[in-house]
């Protein structure tokens, strides 16, 4: 569960892969710029499509 994990024939690139552990150790979670994510959920057509409470 931990480590490389890739489906079959994804592309993968040659080096260092934390685990979770590791990353949860380093107090510093790498990439938590959710902009994309927040325009995305804020438009009212992903919001009724994932039947959200308006």
Do not use: Y
């Amino acid at each position: 569960m931990f480590g490389r994990a890739w489906h079959l024939r994804a592309p993968v690139r040659d080096g260092n892969v934390p685990t979770w552990p590791q990353i949860t150790n380093s107090n510093n979670v790498p990439c938590t710029d959710d902009t994309v994510a927040n325009a995305w959920l804020n438009n009212d057509a992903v919001r009724k499509a994932i039947h959200t409470v308006e």
